[in-house]
């Protein structure tokens, strides 16, 4: 039940004026979109090819949901219907060229040269995304059944065609990349989590929690797009975290207790919570998201969500049963025959003690325990250079992120090497580009020859601008029909539109109250980008105040390219805002957890730094914002402050067992230090698959997302041990001061 979904309404919300005037209005009144064939060859003007073409718009023609089929055969037939009364096409190569040659206007992008010719399979732009698979399946069974000469090669390209194609290469790139991320996973576990038993279990239990995400996915109709299936990485990584934090947790008591029953409620009684809290406050730094005004930023904050909720029901339930089963396996089952071989047994004379077990089972724990412990002495030894330095980078750092570009080219998103892609490059490289800006006029009477003569006007002093190639409206086919001129009168003009053919005038006029004009502005997207767009549309707005059209007219810009601009402003001021919103969140929700101010601080300080560090690492690494990298704010929080709150809650944890600050910190350390390194490096690991995605905005997230994952695991063993001791000291000696003010002051008071 899950789909894929790559619409305007994965960018802009539909409640939103935009969304409005560009579906509502320009989508579903006047669009239509064409799927192109492209004919190549030694020369594109025979007749032998103009009857292939012919034969390819008949097969296509009747074709349900086909508009029109625009094509230099159909024209060639109209034209020499007017000129013999005839809807052929010639039976000789001379007046084929004579009829092309004599109407540059006519067949400019229809035969750009000799060589190349296309043919437009038209149809409305409010055509659903199934219908549109249908019409490119019919399309490339039409070429196939053509018979063009054998010299001549058939591309099948356009917009439609490149974004069927990406759809489908996104959805089936994404299994591959989460075969890898687990094969990662399972090689850093059994590295790093070396010091347990069934090192691997956590992987699967996670599995399990994307599954139940992607079936809660399919009943509640969240699609996929090109941002939320970023999430599965994301809840993989966070999911196994979960598993590795209730399994390190078990596995500690299980060699402690040595009694099961206590085992597992100490883990549910201690880490429960823990990772609880934890997950807690990662959802309000994920609820940050829903401010975003793009759709697909919302839809992948969905799915966090959900995911992380499932993923830690996973670890709490199934991890932590599967890890009791297990044991009860090997004590009391199979593995009971070899335990002689495999498990020292344990005699009368021959005592383990609780200290000796854990040495010679968890070696390697041990080892990367010492090590955390190592580095977190150094950051407290010099506490206020490491907190120092720490505060400095991230203020240069958000300094340095306000320079960041935004790219929404979607183009740019996907392999440059993607047949589609290559396809429609080549077309736009003979007939240009087809960007464009469209202004929708609302007037009373659309017959009226003020508003023809204003767009006239307006028209040829728009195209002396710099990206404005050339204009189209419904003033061109009445000047095409009618010698030239624009006619006096109303009932001139509606005798002229009558004998439009209603294929032609329905893309500029709709009833009696709209026109449409074109803008076309080539590969402005690409080339100047959607802030030279914006530019663009609003040295367009200044013009249309100069040159006022008649009165009771209303014109609205509108276009892809101008929802492009939208997008760029969503996420330039929504992707700061849902850093900031996120933030607030978290602390607030912190506050109420603990009702602590250290408690609420010392979580957050650490990862709110992360994020100003991650602008100094997309600055050096000359990176632009994308709709995915948007979100690495609220990722950074939400991810970053499970791993600085569950050590902040071992380390009450030891100091309410009677540790001291700095033996709390060791202890913290060596146990859940151990086990988010673990989780860490399993993170990394994971996401590092993304990197190998044919997909630029992929692979870009995967990096970033790598880079940061490795420096909120810096800012958690480097900033978090110094900065909770520095507070938690200087909090401890400001109540003990006033507790010894209390005592001299009632000391004071009895002598009196």
């Known amino acids: 039940m899950i789909y894929m979904k790559s619409g305007t309404d994965t960018f802009v919300s539909k409640d939103t004026q935009v969304y409005k005037d560009y579906d509502h209005l320009y989508k579903n009144l006047f669009q239509t979109e064409s799927i192109v064939v492209v004919v190549e060859g030694n020369d594109v003007r025979t007749v032998e090819v103009m009857q292939a073409i012919d034969r390819l718009d008949k097969q296509l023609q009747p074709v349900n949901g086909v508009k029109e089929i625009i094509s230099p055969a159909s024209v060639i037939k109209q034209i020499n219907y007017k000129m013999t009364g005839r809807s052929t096409i010639p039976d000789n190569e001379k007046d084929i060229r004579a009829i092309v040659d004599g109407n540059p206007s006519i067949f400019g992008k229809l035969i750009p040269d000799n060589y190349h010719t296309a043919v437009f399979v038209q149809f409305n732009g409010s055509t659903t995304e199934d219908k549109r698979k249908e019409l490119m399946l019919a399309t490339q069974e039409a070429v196939e059944l053509s018979d063009f000469p054998p010299s001549y ?9 490149f974004k069927i194609q990406m759809n489908d290469a996104v959805g089936s790139s994404m299994a591959p990349l989460l075969a890898l991320a687990c094969v990662f996973m399972l090689i850093v576990l059994m590295i790093v989590f070396g010091h347990v038993r069934w090192r691997w279990l956590p992987l699967p239990v996670v599995l399990l929690g994307v599954l139940y995400t992607f079936g809660t996915m399919g009943f509640l109709g969240i699609p996929l797009t090109m941002v939320s299936m970023a999430a599965f990485p994301v809840l993989i990584g ?15 008591e299980l060699h402690k207790e040595g009694n099961k029953s206590n085992a597992i409620v100490r883990t549910i009684k201690q880490t429960g919570p823990a990772v609880l809290t934890a997950l807690f406050m990662t959802c309000l730094g994920f609820i940050s998201l829903f401010t975003s005004t793009v759709p697909m930023i919302q839809d992948f904050g969905k799915l966090l969500l959900i995911g992380v909720l499932m993923c830690y029901l996973s670890g709490l339930f199934v991890g932590v049963i599967t890890v009791s089963l297990f044991d009860d396996i090997s004590e009391k089952g199979i593995l009971k025959k070899f335990k002689g071989k495999l498990i020292p047994q344990k005699t009368n004379a021959e005592k383990i003690t609780n200290e000796e077990k854990i040495s010679s089972k968890k070696p390697k724990g041990r080892l990367i325990g010492d090590s955390i412990r190592k580095l977190v002495d150094i950051t407290i030894k010099y506490n206020l250079i490491v907190i120092g330095i720490a505060l400095l980078l991230c203020v240069v750092g958000l300094h340095a992120d306000e320079s960041v570009g935004i790219q929404t080219d979607v183009y740019s998103f ?100 709209m026109l449409l004009l074109n803008f076309n502005i080539g590969n402005a997207e690409r080339d100047i980008k959607a802030v030279g767009v914006q530019d663009l549309k609003n040295n367009v707005e200044q013009d249309i ?208």
């Open 238 to 252: 966070l999911g196994i975290d979960y598993a590795i934090q209730f399994h390190n947790r078990i596995e500690e």
């Open 153 to 161: 090669k058939l591309k099948v390209t356009g917009d439609p065609a």
């Open 414 to 513: 996907v392999p440059q090497n993607m047949p589609s892609l290559v396809n429609l490059y080549h077309l736009k490289n003979y007939i240009g580009g087809t960007d464009e800006l469209n202004l929708i006029i609302k007037i009373h009477d659309n017959a009226d020859p003020n508003i023809l003569r204003w767009i006239d006007k307006f028209s040829e002093h728009e195209i002396q601008r710099d990206h404005i190639y050339s204009a189209s409206s419904i003033v061109t086919l009445v000047k095409q029909y009618n010698g030239g001129t624009i006619p006096d009168s109303s009932d001139e003009i509606e005798t002229i539109y009558e004998k439009i053919p209603e294929s032609e005038k329905s893309k500029y006029l709709y009833g009696n109250n």
């Open 545 to 752: 105040k100069w040159m006022q059209p008649p009165p009771a007219t209303a014109i609205t810009i509108t276009g892809s390219s101008v929802v492009m601009i939208e997008v760029i402003s969503a996420l330039t001021s929504g992707r700061v805002a849902m850093t900031y919103i996120g933030l607030i969140l978290i602390l607030s929700g912190l506050i109420v957890v603990y009702r602590d101010w250290v408690k609420a601080l010392v979580p957050i300080i650490p990862m709110f730094m992360v994020t100003g560090w991650s602008g100094l690492v997309m600055t050096y690494m000359k990176l632009d914002y994308t709709p995915m990298t948007a979100t690495l704010g609220a990722l950074i929080l939400g991810i970053g402050c499970e791993y600085s709150i569950l050590m902040m809650e071992r380390y009450f944890e030891e100091k309410g067992e009677g540790a001291s600050p700095l033996e709390a910190i060791h202890k913290t350390a060596e146990s859940t230090g151990a086990a988010l390194l673990a989780s860490g490096a399993t993170v990394v690991f994971g996401f590092a698959a993304l990197i190998a995605s044919p997909f630029p905005i992929i692979s870009d997230f995967g990096l970033v997302t790598v880079i940061d994952i490795v420096l909120v695991m810096v800012s958690t063993f480097t900033v978090f041990p110094p900065l909770i001791i520095v507070l938690d000291s200087w909090r401890e000696k400001k109540r003990g001061t006033r507790v010894l003010d209390g005592k001299a002051n009632k000391i004071q008071g009895a002598e009196l």
